[in-house]
């Protein structure tokens, strides 16, 4: 007699415990996500070009490599500039020979001058003379210069930091002036992504945008559909530039829904069947559930149940708290 009293006792005890500690099933407003595959761009993609023509006799750089403005990524050498170098050259001699000739002509002049032997007409052409040589040859220094420029502008210079993408020639080739001999990728990296146009209205520039361990925000969508889906560009922090184009997985926030939600500790597995406690009229009764995906919850993990339960429950033991 004395065991069925104790049982009694103590179901009548734990009865108000239950009663106080339960609490009502939520139900919250959950973000719906729509995986899409998000392309890594570079935000500049430069080509390094030639500058003059000629054939390629030294080549710094190679795929992958990471470069600094300025810097020697090739060198062309026309080999008809410095022939042309050397033609002005002996132009020059040959022109500085004439200007001292014609100098030393003037000198004379101006002597017999003194002594009324020549005219003042036969000076004047004589000056004219020296200064006519005079303006060849710095005519002479002027075409040496740009020669030397252009021989200058052989290098290949990278026209931003970044990294090589691309290498489309070999050591030993014929290049054109204007001809790319690299591609460069500079500025920084970003995502793009291109998604179904039923899901534009739902793309907010300032959006979060979850991607494979870490979060972007979606920075510009684009107004113009091609082939019936929206582009858009998504800035990641710290995204690697080691694979332009690398295919990622994105994200995307497209809608609300309501869900009812609970605890993953609320959530147990029986039979191969899964449970939570509600409190019944005399205590804790197992319901079996059907459970959605995990969510976090102002910072708590949570269980969305799909059926099984209803905003009338009350979870035993308080599990929302």
Known sequence: MRKPVLTAICLALASPVFAEAASPVKQVQLTEW???????????????????????????????????????????????????????????????????????????????????????????????????????????????????????????????????????????????????VAALAAGGTFLRISVPERHAASLHEGDTIQIEGAEGRLAKVYPLITAGRVTADVEVPGLSDHFIDARVLVRLPVGQRMALVVPETALTQASGLDFVQVQGAEGPVARAVVPGQHQVI????????????????????????
Do not use: C, H, W
């Open 34 to 180: 729509k995986a899409v595959y998000g392309t890594v761009e570079a935000r500049l993609r430069v080509p390094a070009r030639a500058r003059i023509g000629g054939t390629i006799t030294e080549l710094a750089v190679t795929e992958g490599d990471v470069v600094t403005e300025g810097q020697v990524l090739a060198r062309v050498v026309d080999q008809k500039l410095g022939f042309q170098l050397s033609a002005l050259e002996a132009q020059k001699t040959a022109a500085e020979a004439q200007l001292a000739n014609a100098q030393a002509e003037l000198k004379r002049g101006q002597e017999l001058l003194k002594q009324g032997v020549t005219t003042a007409q036969r000076m004047d052409a004589l000056a004219t003379q020296v200064d006519v040589v005079g303006s060849q040859i710095a005519a002479l220094e002027a075409q040496a210069r740009v020669i030397a420029q252009s021989e200058a502008e052989g290098d290949v210079l990278a026209p931003a930091a970044g990294r090589v993408l691309e290498v489309p020639v070999a050591k030993g080739a014929v290049v054109m002036p204007g001809e790319a």
């Open 298 to 321: 102002d910072g708590l993990p949570m269980v969305e149940i799909l059926s099984g339960l209803t905003t009338d429950d009350s979870l035993a033991g308080g599990g929302n708290e």
